[in-house]
């Protein structure tokens, strides 16, 4: 049986409807892969707090459980684990937006999402994020 690690990510919006993705430090599993901003659920954690909790270490911002709209989900299996992947969506945020722990962060437009190396995680989740738009 696969050990199950939840995951929760965000499609963080800005006022022109562009998307953020960070790039993973090249010394990191799947290293210079683009991916939606977000991380591991810890076992004292709701999916909102993990992700309020993840967004500022990544990103350097605040967000609020009261501005983020679940929008999808994805399960993925690397190795011996099994990954559910949590989607939220967030338009509000406080903070200037920046790449603490990535290589790179870009806001793309929602029809050049697929042009990114995601992984198999993350690449399921475009075509959600491209019909919410």
């Known amino acids: 049986m696969l050990n199950r690690t939840d995951v929760v990510v965000l499609a963080l919006l800005d006022s022109e409807n562009r998307i953020l993705i960070s790039k993973r430090l090249i010394d990191k599993p799947m290293g210079g892969m683009w991916e939606f901003p977000g991380g591991k659920i810890e076992a004292d954690e709701s999916p909102e707090s993990a992700l309020i ?10 967000i609020s459980k009261s501005c983020l709209a679940p929008l ?23 903070g200037k937006v920046n790449a603490s722990v990535s290589a ?7 029809r050049d999402l697929g042009k990114y190396n995601m992984p198999s995680g993350n690449e399921s989740l475009i075509g959600m994020v491209i019909d919410y738009l």
Do not use: A, H
């Not at 909790?53 to 605040?62: A, H, Q, T, W």
């Not at 999808?72 to 406080?94: A, D």
């Not at 790179?104 to 929602?110: A, D, S």
């Open 53 to 62: 909790r993840e967004i500022k270490e990544e990103l350097s911002i605040s």
């Open 104 to 110: 790179e962060i870009k806001w793309v437009e929602k």
């Open 72 to 94: 999808t989900f994805s399960t993925v299996t690397y190795g011996t684990r099994n990954f559910l992947i949590l989607m939220y969506v967030c338009r509000v945020w406080e």
